[in-house]
């Protein structure tokens, strides 16, 4: 068993900012696998599939993005998982936009999100999926987050979105370090590649993260 937790915050004015791309990515994953995430526990809205054999829970904090490691550790220990098994998404300042960068373990940089993700489990020892958003050097960090992407980041953000959602389902179906060596890069090398990622695409100006 597999949990996929993309972080974010819940709420319509938050759904098109950069600081939502781990739900947006978990809405694409969503529709690929044909679930709905309409079921609410553990402070989350989440929804139980399968890639392959394996069951996965795809799964989406209610808490706030400060706080996304209390709903997160409540549904850790409920299904007992290996951290392992656990993979998080998450927007990353510190990558350029559109990168997808995939690891094993670290800490949590500057993300707050990954920061309570990371107290509350006691540990950083599992899989995850980081969306470069880039940063601005006039915009105050918060806002700058918080803040909607532009036209200009669209294409860029919303192939980083599928990327990350065809790695999630290669660590699943292959393992970690298949994901790491098919899907980390940054968007320049993509643009060099004839062939679009595969799967069923998805446009971040339209991915609804209301669940």
């Known amino acids: 068993m597999y949990l996929i937790c993309g972080l974010g915050n819940p709420g319509r004015e938050y759904e098109a900012t950069r600081h939502n791309m781990g739900f947006i990515t978990v809405d694409v994953l969503a ?22 054999t394996e069951k996965v829970v795809l799964f989406k904090p209610q808490t706030y993005m400060n706080r996304s490691g209390e709903a997160l550790r409540e549904a850790v220990d409920f299904y007992k998982l290996p951290l392992s098994n656990l993979i998080v998404i998450y927007d990353d ?4 936009v559109g ?40 915009i105050p960090l918060e806002k700058y987050v918080l ?13 980083a979105v ?24 940054d968007p320049e090398e993509r643009k060099k590649e004839a062939k679009k990622p595969e799967g069923a695409a998805a446009d971040v100006k339209t991915v609804k993260t209301d669940g």
Not at 31 to 51: M, P, Q
Not at 119 to 138: E, S, W
Not at 148 to 158: D, F, N, Q
């Open 31 to 52: 529709d690929r696998l044909g679930v709905r995430l309409n079921k609410l526990r553990f402070r989350a809205l989440f929804g139980e599939t399968r890639i392959g």
């Open 93 to 96: 300042i510190d990558l350029p």
């Open 99 to 138: 990168t997808v960068r995939i690891r094993p373990s670290g800490g949590s940089g500057t993300h707050n999100g990954m920061r309570s993700v990371i107290y509350q489990l006691g540990a950083d020892a599992f899989p995850r999926v980081r969306i470069g958003t880039g940063k601005n050097g006039v």
């Open 147 to 159: 803040g909607k992407w532009t036209e200009a980041e669209r294409p860029l953000l919303a192939e």
């Open 162 to 185: 599928n990327r990350a959602a065809d790695a999630c389902m290669a660590i699943v179906e292959k393992d970690l370090n298949f994901a790491m060596n098919s899907f980390n890069g």
